[in-house]
């Protein structure tokens, strides 16, 4: 276990070992590999350090390294796990755990909550949805009167605002997300379950030798 | 056939050393048609290795060997529930009027056309198998338009309140292309209408899309991208 253990933190230099992070994920071994192929590629493609910025993301995610959106900026928050500005392979398997097929609802649910409550107040507030329509309608160059904008708001918090305070816990989350499964649907990657078809050079470049399988 | 993997190792790179020198044998009941095209199928040099064309010819494959027809891979209602929607039909003329199209909350509008699955894509994936429109119209002249654009393209429709399932006559490249749409409303005066490729090629959704989206200019307000178009 000791050779193992070498072996693998020399080909992953400042990353976890992929044997450590399938145990923690939904992955196995040869789909953390398959991971690492695709890590590699996205960080690599503007600074060659081993680590995803900003802009290697948006160039993963639009082809376009320049091109910014609330959304993604979101996203690569959530990546950020401890808040480097960067993401590392660990951040990166991790969270894409909550995106694979088999991971929980309750993940889901929680990931998309935070997703949503961008200052991180532990509540997703009326002023925050309607920043984040207001930016997708931009992007998308449509002008919607603002009334129409409130009635948009309205009627979700009419849904999902139970207590009517203003703004949405979790629990009311959780329970607006039952009622509305499809709030889930970008939670979910297909692309994950075949990740080691779609990366398939892990093969060759394996470096975990003796594993149990 | 035999019950059994070829190639079976406890240990991940004995494995596939054993595919790479294709170490494996057939049983003995294995007819020697079997044994000749599997030793061609696990032959590790891509080279040499039986192609689809070749296995086509197989005299041994060829043995009952039905060709198969493309089926459509997405079908959500069936011949049953098209049947039952409009059996009722006296009664579904008096709820027509009041049903109204699904409705879309703020949420699903802004993650409407986000996702990560870009990620995986290695360049800009031009041709999507789901695509939408907005429209500032309502929402049954929003229906009845699409009628009647699909139409004239060659689409056999069937409506079910509002959603279209509509079926091209030609066979294409992977069978007769399918398309589902569904029409929602975000806000009295705005729609979002979702299209999806249930069947067929994708390329062929694509160039349906664009003759579809421009029969339909007096009802889109605001697209999503057509296909093509990708603002770079």
Redesign the interface.
């Known amino acids: 276990m000791g050779c193992l253990h070498s072996t693998a933190a020399r080909e992953f230099p400042g990353h976890e070992n992929p044997v450590k992070l399938a145990s923690e994920t939904a992955f196995s071994v040869s789909e953390v590999e398959a991971l690492y192929e695709l890590f590699k590629s996205i960080s690599s493609s503007v600074v060659d350090d081993g680590l995803i910025n900003k802009e290697e993301f948006q160039l993963a995610l639009f082809k376009n390294r320049k091109k910014e959106n609330l959304f993604a900026n979101r996203i690569f928050d959530l990546f950020d796990v401890k808040r480097k500005g960067v993401i590392d392979f660990g951040d990166f398997v991790r969270s894409l755990n909550v995106f694979h097929p088999n991971a929980s609802l309750e993940e889901k649910t929680d990931f998309t909550f935070r997703l949503y409550d961008m200052d991180c107040t532990g509540f997703i507030e009326r002023q925050e949805v309607k920043q984040m329509l207001i930016a997708l309608l931009c992007e998308s160059e449509m002008k919607l009167a603002d009334d129409t904008i409130e009635v948009i708001l309205d009627q979700t918090f009419e849904d999902a605002d139970v207590d009517r305070d203003g703004k949405i816990g979790k629990t009311e989350w959780s329970d607006f997300v039952i009622k509305n499964p499809s709030l889930l649907k970008i939670m979910t990657l297909p692309y994950l379950r075949d990740i080691t078809t779609t990366f398939p050079s892990f093969v060759f470049n394996s470096e975990v030798d003796e594993i149990a399988t | 056939m035999a019950g059994y993997l070829p190639f079976d190792e ?4 004995t494995l ?1 050393k054993r595919i790479c020198k294709a170490e494996f044998s057939c049983p003995s009941w294995f007819s020697p048609g079997a044994k000749e095209v599997i030793k061609r199928i696990l032959d590790p040099s891509p080279i040499t290795r039986i192609s689809i064309a070749e296995l086509l010819e197989d005299e041994w494959f060829k043995q009952g060997y039905k060709p198969p027809s493309f089926g459509q891979d997405d079908e959500d209602i069936t011949i049953d529930d098209v049947d039952a929607a409009f059996s009722n039909s006296k009664e579904s003329l008096v709820t027509e009027k009041k049903a109204k199209p699904e ?1 879309m ?7 409407s ?8 894509e290695k ?2 994936q031009l041709v999507k198998k789901e695509t939408r429109f ?1 429209s500032q119209r309502p929402a049954s002249e929003i229906m009845s338009k699409m009628e009647e654009t699909a139409k004239p393209l060659g689409f056999n429709v069937r409506k079910d309140k509002y959603k279209i399932k509509m079926k091209g006559d030609k066979s294409g490249r992977k069978g007769q292309l399918s398309v589902a749409t569904e029409v929602f409303e ?5 729609h979002v209408v979702e299209l999806r490729k249930t069947g067929g090629d994708t390329l062929e959704f694509h160039k349906f899309y664009k003759n579809f989206s421009s029969g339909l200019k007096d009802v889109v ?2 697209t ?1 991208g057509a296909p093509e178009e ?1 603002k ?1």
């Open positions: 406890p240990n991940l790179m596939y409705s909350n703020a949420f699903e509008l802004i993650s056309s986000n996702s990560l699955e870009n990620l995986f360049q800009a907005t975000v806000a009295p005066s705005l307000w605001n999503d990708h770079a």
